[in-house]
């Protein structure tokens, strides 16, 4: 029938999954984004005046197991307090049986959308260094995102940048149903796609691959020395903390030496001079005065 | 160490360097001792004067500008003085004179840290 057209399906869709928001303080808007569990809405919280993301769950996702998911993840983010990580305002179940949490809106763009645009090596260092803060600090508390990827990674209007859907993160020591994978193939840890137990390495693991997608094929040396120690297959050869993988990000952007990578004396010149730009054209300049009166004035 | 005392001993040893690059020069290697002095000195004073400027302005641009400008003040002051044979050298001593000004017009602003 050609008037069942793709578009028509998707509203039909939206429409039929809309929550029924009767009886909550929260006036909906138009949707956000979906995942396997829960589909998230714009949404205006009526008591405080302010709009808010709201992760409702799934119609199809319905069962017991999906609503203990929901507010596990509501745990882990009200546990969770630090800039980049979103802040959980509400949690509850509507009138319609469905579980779901009131959350801080971020207006931003996601890292992987970021990444098109093609900024600088040293930019990327930059926004990467903020992406470890709140993954280290949720691993300080026990946490384990088990999830990190471009698409997970929000850099707000006003430079902030936030972690997102915390939606699989486990508490370390936790295990998962046996032969129960998951993350994201391309990110997740071997140890992690073996559905073995998995700690803070995982995500070092995936932060790893996070890097190297975002500094793109000829990154400096130093910088490709990081990401092979982050994303070892051996959890025991990588970076055994978020805090080590920053440390060295953050020595490379100070031209400091890097621990994941032995330079060779031409490295550690250009790293030296590096740091020292202004000093070196000054040193060049003189050197290319003195070389010039010496041929051309001669006393 | 603070920056006035950091700039005159780097302005010192940059100015017995700079001195000393008139052994290059032929004609006036008989009296290499008495330029690495008046260098040495001029290093001095020019490195003296950046210290004083880094410790009371904190910029990087403005302390080279500050070093050129009292580099080449002072190698004028030394290229002004006739030579043995009544010539000036004014671009051989100025040039470098003002970039070396602005070695150390930047040094004394990124160290020491402490004023």
Known sequence: MDWLTNSVIDHLREAMDAPDLTGA?????????????????????????????????????????????????????ASLEHPGIVPIHDAGMLSDGRAYYAMKLVEGSRLDEYLQAGPSVLELCRVFLRICEPVAFAHARGIVHRDLKPENIMLGKFGEVLVLDWGVATALGESERPGLVIGTPGYMAPEQSEAGPVDARADVYSLGNLLREAVGTAPPRALRSIVKRATELD?????????????????????????????????????????????????????VVRVLLFFFVHP | MNKPIFGLLLGAFLGIFDGLTAWFTPAVRPFLMGIVIGSTFKGLIG????????????????GILFGLGVGMLLAY??????????????????????VLG????????????QA
């Open chain 2, 77 to 98: 002051g030394i290229a002004a003085m006739p030579s043995a044979t009544g010539e000036h050298y004014y671009f051989a001593i100025m040039l470098p004179g003002s």
């Open chain 1, 235 to 287: 959890p025991a050869r990588r970076y055994q903390t978020v805090a080590e993988l920053s440390g060295d990000v953050a020595s490379f952007l100070d031209h400091q030496p890097v621990n994941a990578h032995r330079e060779n004396w031409l490295e550690r010149a250009a790293r030296v001079l590096g740091r020292h730009k202004t000093l070196a054209w000054l040193i060049v300049a003189y050197l």
């Open chain 1, 25 to 77: 303080s929260y006036v909906l808007g138009k949707e956000l984004g979906r995942g396997g569990m829960g589909i998230v809405y714009e949404a205006r919280d009526t008591r405080l005046g302010r709009t808010v993301a709201l992760k409702v769950l799934s119609p199809l996702a319905a069962s017991a197991e999906a609503v203990e998911r929901l507010w596990r993840e509501a745990r882990i983010l």
């Open chain 2, 102 to 113: 602005a070695v150390v017009g930047y040094a004394t602003q990124r160290y020491p840290t």
């Open chain 2, 47 to 62: 490195g003296l004067c950046a210290g004083y400027f880094a410790k009371k302005v904190h910029s990087v641009p403005l």
